[in-house]
């Protein structure tokens, strides 16, 4: 099966915008392409998904023209099938394989059609009335939101602490607006408001109010669902120079406001912009400094282009609005001129040579180049806020700057536990709403006389 390309914008047209790129599967093609899906008569070959989504059981609703039936079927284990059918790293797709063949499938595609037209316009809170214990979750982000939509279907009482002025995290202080709406992050945000989920911005957990004062409120547990988008000290030569820029003060300042993005940027930052990184951050930035007039950028990565941890179809999107792709070259320092000025960064190329028996990329001696930039934006070098020893005590940071839990509770410390990319390295929306879902049900366990 061959997919059919998602409809986008015209690259000209969207270089002057941040509006979302991808347009959206019509229902005739959508449903054409439910049609074409492969489907299988075996259980194990169901597409792998992180939350365990009914992939073959949505696409046949969607065949049969039911996508009201498609909806429900995803959201019984995902709270934002919207978010996730735009900007979820699609595992499913690459782990799909029928008959010893990968099929070309684009389920991310039919997710977002599903959720866009499938969506009741009214959702009965009623059918939730919370009884049970208090609960507080700390950030708003994937992980926080699928774990308080979670415990209020279990009826929890929950309130979602965030310590900037709008919801989403992550989401939307991490991801472009070009690939996900905020309307549609807002309509998400609002499905599991009904949920009856109570909502605090501008409100900093260890700040605003301390761990004492919410047991004082009566709260049971503390889910600390914080992010890593807190910039670390890079400890690489030239990393210190003014024009070297962390990747997330970039769309920190883009979630908050594409004007100001524009106005601060457009003359902060120089004419060649090299981004080091090989996930969706480091595309996300090149993309949108692509958006900024007369911006020449480079994605800089040492890995092979076939293997970013980027969805296929941002790639090539990217591709398209002009980011120039260095492959497979390893970042080693930043480059400064007699007067200090970034000019470039120094790289060594990698290659694939025998280690041990296996294939693997390799540095490759003495290959050193140097990449012209006048500006370097980094997507690495990120930790946990700082702050989270002002909530809790018992907070601990592994060697590698992940806030250490038990991997099986999901506890910190006795009631306090934690999700999400503050506890993991492995990157993508749905593993940590996985992994907020995963602390969820620990905290039912625990709230409801378990261990």
Not at 118 to 133: D, I, N, S, T, V
Not at 153 to 173: D, H, I
Not at 362 to 387: K, L
Not at 413 to 422: E, L, M, S
Request: hydrophobic share 40%.
């Amino acid at each position: 099966m061959k997919t059919t390309p998602i409809p986008v914008q015209n690259c000209e047209k969207r270089l002057k915008n941040f509006s979302e790129v991808e347009l959206g599967f019509s229902k005739k093609i959508a449903v054409d392409e439910a049609r074409l899906f492969p489907q299988s008569s075996s259980p194990g070959r169901q597409p792998r998904c992180p939350l365990g989504i009914d992939i073959l059981g949505f696409v046949r609703c969607l065949r049969e023209g039911e996508i009201s039936a498609a909806y429900d079927k995803i959201r019984e284990k995902n709270e934002l099938p919207g978010v996730c059918g735009r900007v979820c790293s699609a595992p499913c797709e690459e782990d799909f394989i029928i008959g010893g063949k990968q099929m070309e499938v684009d389920v991310r595609a039919l997710e977002r059609f599903a959720a866009d037209h499938g969506r009741p316009r009214l959702f009965r809170r009623k059918q939730y009335e919370q009884q049970g214990a208090m609960v507080a979750v700390v950030g708003s982000g994937p992980a926080g939101l699928s774990a308080a939509a979670c415990l209020a279907r279990s009826g929890f009482r929950v309130t979602v602490f965030e310590s900037l002025p709008q919801l989403g995290g992550m989401l939307r202080y991490g991801v472009a607006g070009f690939r996900l709406s905020k309307d549609i992050l807002n309509a998400e945000i609002e499905m599991i408001r009904d949920l009856g989920v109570q909502f605090q911005a501008n409100c900093c957990i260890g700040r605003t109010v301390t761990l004492e004062e919410l047991y004082q409120q009566g709260f049971a547990a503390v889910l600390l669902a914080v992010g890593r988008q807190y910039p670390a000290p890079l400890k690489d030569q030239g990393t210190d120079a003014h024009h070297v820029i962390c990747a997330s003060e970039v769309l920190l300042k883009l979630g908050a406001s594409e004007e100001n993005f524009i106005r601060e940027f457009q003359h902060r930052l120089g004419h060649t912009i090299v981004v080091i990184g090989d996930h969706e951050l480091a595309l996300d930035c090149a993309r949108a400094c692509r958006r900024l007039k007369d911006k020449k950028v480079k994605l800089v990565f040492a890995r092979t282009e076939e293997d970013l941890l980027c969805h296929r179809n941002e790639i090539e999107q990217a591709k398209a609005e002009g980011v120039e792709f260095e492959a497979m070259m390893h970042f080693q320092k930043v480059c400064l001129s007699d007067d200090g000025d970034v000019c470039g960064i120094q790289c060594g190329r990698m290659d694939y040579a025998d280690q041990d028996g296996q294939w693997r990329l390799m540095p490759v001696p003495d290959s050193q180049v140097v990449v012209e930039a006048d500006t370097v934006i980094m997507t690495r070098g990120q930790t946990v806020n700082q702050d989270i020893f002002k909530i809790s005590s018992f907070a601990k940071l592994t060697r590698e700057g992940f806030l250490a839990v038990d991997p099986e509770t999901s506890r910190v410390h006795d009631n306090i536990f934690a999700a999400g990319h503050a506890v993991m390295a492995q990157d993508g929306i749905v593993y940590a709403m996985r992994s907020g879902v995963h602390a969820a049900e620990k905290i039912i366990e625990f709230l409801s006389g378990g261990s």
